[in-house]
């Protein structure tokens, strides 16, 4: 398998600042209840991630409204210092140095994928996985909001409506154009950027010079340079908006922007360090709590009430069916009383696939960052302007698409049927850029630069699940993403392969490349070498969605409906990743995570109870 080759070197430096996380309501609990507001709360929120910090936030905007939030996870900054907020610092969590903030979880054999086995990155901390991702900002297309309102029949999911919530989210600030460099002008319409928003979103300030050249590519190819991805169009080419603070170049995620600022609210209780074991439920299929471990202790948090999971893609649907919601056969296995029979907890995960292709190049890429001078100098360039390298998190420009006539003529019929089903605005395709090589191949030539163009499916037609592998929480649960087994994946992946070949072998771009592609090289050409390689090196981009489908009650596989309420009982809502009815397109698919929280935030302050 090909892995991306990630610098290490960069903690050698040290760190560069370090936040103090204690306050007065926040702690690891040694004991049930908590120490300022009892043990019964008005909602009990299960998971401080992106969606569950969002609703922690709006809810207690109520001052007469008590909310509990359960993670067993921390402050991230009390595990790994100042990494979580340096944005070229977010490589290094795709591997072992992420791992003090990590559920360790790994893939069952993909069959699809030669029987590999992958690791799968989810962040056990305050904040979530927004803690540890790449930054990327950018709505979905219209067409996909369309498709969204009518599989789950409300039409409030419609773009129109739900800008109002991509809205709240911005806290827009221009570029710095002079630290972005020559041939990196940002390209957007001021009129589709918002300020007062929770999250800081900008440009970085430092532009990828190989992005520059990938432009160039990408152009020659027949890709239009079109405004950034924040207006429902995600069909050209453009650089990528991030959620970075430009004032100091910090990450902007949902512990920084809606957790820290407001602990001091006396009607918040974070649960940090503490376990969910189960959501409890009276005769009447009510939700009254949960039950959770801290500390070695067990104890139950009471919901007045709503129960709200916000625990993942893997883990809400585990905590669901170990809490007895979910297929009645499998719960049976574990000898788990079945509360709702709900065939589909756990089942549509949907993900993203991409693959790497190398060369060495004659521009300055993260490469560099092994040079312990220059690595030196790139710190202390941010930490005196907030500009410079380490202000970029890497994948800064992206290309996206719908696999152009000429490569279809090969698709099969069941490709072709099921690409007719998307949108037209819903790329098959991004093509984004790695300031890097991904081998130790790559490594052959010290202090040579090297970077990659990745390939990345966006329409995958594939489908996988997660199930409990016992009654309890605290073993892992069984992750199949299913990845590649859908003849349409294959046939898209081989197109786009080509298609970023092309690019890369325009004139446009000869000027930047030294010698031969090196991954995966010359010597594979033909549709089944090309096969081959995407077998061994596809990789899942880490943006599984859909394992709590939401829908109609008259879906047999819908889990929530479109407020989030679990279908088959009551006070009990899922509102994170995994309630999706798909993964939408587009490079930032856990920006919709937030403004779905902001939404049903709203839903949940207007219900009657």
């Not at 920084?256 to 959501?279: C, E, K, V």
């Not at 907890?345 to 960052?369: E, W």
């Not at 991904?438 to 199930?467: I, K």
């Amino acid at each position: 398998m090909y892995t991306f080759r990630l610098s290490s070197s960069l903690f050698a430096i040290g760190l560069l600042f370090y936040c103090n996380s204690m306050s007065a309501s926040a702690t690891s609990l040694t004991s049930c209840p908590h120490q300022n507001l009892g043990q019964k709360f008005d909602y009990v929120i299960v998971g401080g991630g992106t969606a569950g910090l969002v609703l922690a936030n709006r809810l207690t905007e109520q001052s007469g409204v008590t909310v509990a939030v359960i993670e067993a996870g921390t402050f991230p900054e009390d595990v790994v210092g100042n990494r979580t907020q340096v944005p070229e610092y977010a490589g290094s969590f795709d591997g072992p140095d992420g791992a003090a903030i990590e559920w360790g979880f790994t893939t069952t054999p993909q069959i699809g994928l030669d029987n590999n086995v992958f690791p799968y990155y989810r962040a056990k901390a305050l904040g979530g996985c927004s803690t540890i991702n790449y930054m990327a900002y950018s709505q979905t297309s219209k067409g996909a909001h369309q498709r969204w309102a009518d599989v789950v029949g409300d039409q409030s999911y419609t773009y129109d409506e739900m800008l109002q919530y991509y809205r709240k989210t911005m806290n827009f600030t221009p570029p710095n154009e002079k630290a972005r460099g020559a041939n990196a002008t940002a390209q957007y319409n001021p009129a589709d950027t918002v300020t007062g928003g929770r999250l800081g979103v900008t440009y970085a300030s430092y532009a990828q010079p190989w992005s520059t050249w990938v432009a160039k590519g990408l152009t020659a190819i027949g890709i239009p340079k079109v405004n950034a991805f924040i207006n429902g169009n995600l069909i050209g080419q453009s650089w990528q908006l991030n959620t970075i603070t430009q004032s100091d170049g910090f990450r902007s995620d949902s512990e920084t922007a809606y957790l820290r600022p407001f602990l001091s609210r006396p009607n918040l209780a974070i649960f940090n360090g503490t376990f969910a074991q189960r959501i409890l439920f009276n005769r009447g299929a009510v939700a009254t709590g949960v039950q959770v471990t801290a500390a070695g202790s067990t104890c139950s948090i009471t919901a007045n009430k709503e129960v709200i999971v916000s625990a993942g893609v893997f883990q809400s649907p585990q905590l669901l069916q170990v809490s007895g919601v979910g297929p009645a056969a499998l719960l049976q296995k574990y000898n788990i009383s079945v509360v709702a029979n709900r065939p589909g907890v756990g089942q549509g995960m949907n993900d993203h696939i991409t693959v790497p292709i190398s060369y060495r190049v004659n521009v300055l890429t993260s490469s560099a960052d092994e040079n312990a001078t220059y690595l030196a100098q790139a710190v202390n360039q941010f930490n005196t302007h907030a500009t410079g390298p380490l202000a970029s998190a890497g994948g800064d420009y992206l290309g996206m698409e719908k696999i152009p006539q000429a490569l279809r003529a090969n698709f099969s019929a069941e490709t072709v049927e099921f690409l007719s089903t998307l949108p037209a605005d819903w790329p098959e395709v991004v093509y984004g850029i790695y300031p890097n090589g991904v081998s130790e191949a790559a490594e052959s030539v010290p202090g040579a630069d090297y970077a990659t163009l990745l390939a990345t499916l966006t329409a995958p037609q594939s489908r996988g699940n997660v199930s409990i592998a016992s009654p309890n929480m605290s073993d892992a649960p069984l992750i199949n993403p299913n990845l590649f087994t859908e003849q349409s994946d294959v046939d898209v992946m081989i197109a786009a392969f080509k298609r970023a070949r092309q690019a890369l072998a325009s004139k446009a771009m000869a000027p930047v490349l030294i010698g031969q592609e090196i991954i995966p090289g010359p010597s594979v050409d033909t549709d089944e070498q090309i096969l081959a390689y995407l077998k061994e090196a596809l990789n899942p981009l880490y943006h599984a969605f859909a394992t709590n489908k939401m829908g109609n009650a008259s879906d047999p596989n819908a889990v929530v409906d479109s407020h989030g309420k679990v279908h088959g009982v009551k006070n009990l809502r899922v509102i994170d990743c995994s309630a999706f009815p798909f993964l939408p397109p587009g490079p930032a698919p856990q920006i919709q995570v937030y403004v779905l929280a902001e939404k049903l935030a709203d839903d949940i302050k207007n219900t009657q109870y």
